[in-house]
């Protein structure tokens, strides 16, 4: 007996040593990072609505909140939830097609200016569309007067606007990954007489399948973030809102008007893009190193 | 050779053709309404697409293109037109071209004629338009009727009048009656009927006309303004605006390149060039800051929990990349109604009444920690993801050799984390010092300092206080000077940019 007690113990010295303290930092941590989702949840369910009262655990439970923002006539939440995700949506996967073709030829092919290419997108990388936002409302501006499906106040152009940044957001991402991809492979489908689009379409495509994650999730996130040029191209009209300028307006001006509703429909928000987050976590670490590491 | 046309060439050529088409169509719509830019760059698009897809040749570039196209477009154009706009005078007062704006001056020096004797008149709706007419005599015996874009003089003929000598029927219209006219008066008031000798007529009740007259002519081979009763003579100033010799201004005035006076303006003017001092200084700080402690907290939770002895590693790092996952426009307006002073959550659990949000450098720790809580995460994973692409054999190897786990860290972990991570720091320096969004839901940049000119607050970086300057100023919007500050920030991003990209050359190279 003694000789396996002796381990045993020697064992939960280490955890004491060496585990403990992480344990106690990670409770920490984790406390932090839930922080302000703990108290949306608590938030949500308290019908008095009222920063000042607020409990962690409400006193007064229900979901009146909820009824209240199902309800409200001048502020469509569900009409909010369909605009961020139709522009969310094509914004990202237009992100991801746009990018993955030049990512595609900046990898596999060798042409001249190429070098050049690589180095304006970094550039243009590091400049946010954002420091624009005044043209662009003019630009979008100019394209209503002639079609009005192109103007203020419309998904497409916004739509158009995210896509577009696309060689500034994820090519270099993508071409680090296709770099890891052995290009043996391709010169074997060449031999075989594929041409430059099957190779993209068969053997590339597939094998980059957990990058494209990444990249379609973190633009589906940034795009669903971005909050100035989204509300200057949709504009403050109540239906063509996205959910993260809509909800805005529930606590525009003083703070505290408005709580309730306001933290149940950020509630609602968030949790589908959480556990899409969650869900596809594991492809982030490597996907997000990978990008960088073999520039 | 035999040539065979596959589904797959097919639909390549019908979607390439079809989508050219309508660039094309879009193009020339632009085009017809005078928008150059947009529609030579639709109409080249539409040509190159037809050239890239129609031949076997210029294989990279046919993958390149689309996403080239969409880059010109939505990113540096509107990056070029903001230089342009830098280097002009548009903001409030100065937002309509020359022409639009001496007619509106003119439009704007009309007095009324006191001698002209009350002019009655009946309002009509034409039988063949349905428009709005005003059916006047003016002087005495000739009859006119017109709108603001048209004018023309009755015959004698096309009129009867009834024994008090009031007109009773006109050809070819349908006089209202006075209930009709009541409910049209908002159409009538609008209506400006100009004579050729300058004279307007505009309905001052629902029977008689004002007659005015502008008090200023412009002669454009001279390109003045003349007073015709005092004699005065305005001329165009370098601004934009017409001036007298005396230095009387008249408004409203025009867009109009001014050369570097906003860049001068920034230097010059002390009531900008002090608050944007600070903001500058603020934005280089909050940048630095905010990518030192994120960094930090980041690789120091990686090295943490990236222990394995640690088994429930997996559920912390879950829990701590939350913040990434939640909308962040929405979780920092979370964090704004926490931090309210007193009453928030945060002042209550701790007990403590912090003016958060309303003194300078509370408002600045509060940015701090939502800007941390928003970017933690990432530092945290990236990291995670360095850590774990160390080979262990390497550590391995230098643990036989007796090093220390300090001497592990110090030599071989942060060299080769930094080598993967320091290219995305750069990347992340530049996002920070555009950190909009949280500043702007948070702080809205304030609080605003005191006794400076406009709206600059302690919280404001370049680029919100831009903002402020072009949509959300006391003074009015100053677009010109705003575009010039966004200069400023494209320079500035550019230096790190510049820098970023040698260090990462110098690493490893661009292969």
Known sequence: ?295 | MKVRVSRGTLLKYALTYSIALSLFYVGVRFLQSRAWFLGVFFICSAGILIYLYTFHKKVPAKYLVPGVLFLVLFQIYPSFYSGYVAFTNDSNGHEISKTQAISTIIENSKVPITNAGPVTFRAAIENSSKKLFLIFEYPKDSWWVGNSSSLEQLQVSQIVKSSDSSIEKVHGFRLLNSNETEAVSGDLGDIQVKLKSGLVLQAQDLQTLQVSKPSLVYFPAKDELVNVESGVRYHPNNNGQMVSQAGEALYPGWKTTVGWRNFTSIIHNADIRHPLLKVLAWTFLNAIILIALSFLMGLCLALIFNSPLLYSRRIYRTIFIVPMAIPSVLSVLVWSGLFTAQTGVIDRIFHISTPWLTDSLWARIAVLIVELWVTFPYMFLICTGAIQAIPNEIIEAAEIDGASPLKVFGLIKLPLVMRTVAPLLVASGAMALNNFGVIYLLTGGGPTFPNTNGNAGATDILISYTYKLAFNSQEGSNYGLASALSILNFILIGILSVYGLRRMKTMEGVN
Not at chain 1, 29 to 45: E, K, N, Q, R, T
Not at chain 1, 99 to 122: D, V
Not at chain 1, 153 to 173: C, D, E, K, R, Y
Request: positive net charge; proline residues 4%.
């Open chain 1, 1 to 295: 007996m003694k000789t396996l007690s002796f381990p045993n113990a020697r064992r939960r010295k280490i955890w004491f040593r060496k585990v403990l303290w992480r344990h106690l930092l990670g409770v920490v941590v984790a406390g932090f990072a839930l922080f302000p989702l703990v108290w949306m949840i608590s938030a949500a369910f308290d019908v008095t609505g009222q920063i000042s009262t607020q409990q962690l655990i409400p006193l007064h439970r229900g979901l009146a909140n909820f009824t209240q923002l199902f309800s409200n006539k001048e502020k469509p939440f569900f009409t909010w939830v369909r605009n961020s995700m139709v522009v969310a949506i094509c914004a990202a996967a237009m992100q991801t097609i746009i990018g993955a073709l030049a990512a595609y030829s900046l990898s596999r092919h060798r042409f001249r200016g190429r070098k050049l290419t690589l180095t304006t997108i970094l550039i243009v990388q590091m400049f946010p569309q954002l420091l624009a936002a005044t043209t662009l409302f003019l630009i979008i501006n100019t394209f209503g007067k002639t079609f009005v499906f192109l103007g203020l106040g419309h998904q497409l152009p916004l739509i158009l606007i995210f896509g577009g940044a696309a060689l500034g957001v994820n090519t270099w991402m993508l071409k680090g990954f296709f770099d890891t991809i052995p290009s043996e492979i391709d010169e074997a489908a060449t031999i075989d007489g594929a041409g430059h689009f099957l190779i993209f379409t068969r053997i590339i495509v597939p094998l980059a399948v957990p990058v494209f994650v990444v990249i379609s999730l973190l633009s589906f996130i940034g795009i669903l973030n971005e909050y100035l040029i989204t509300s200057v191209i949709l504009g403050l009209d109540g239906k063509n809102m996205t959910v993260a300028v809509g909800l805005q307006q529930f606590i525009y001006g003083q703070y505290g008007k408005n709580w309730g509703p306001f933290t149940a429909g950020a509630l609602l928000a968030t949790i589908p893009v959480l556990a899409l987050f969650m869900f596809l976590q594991k492809f982030l670490v490597s996907g997000l190193v990978s990008g960088s590491t073999k520039g």
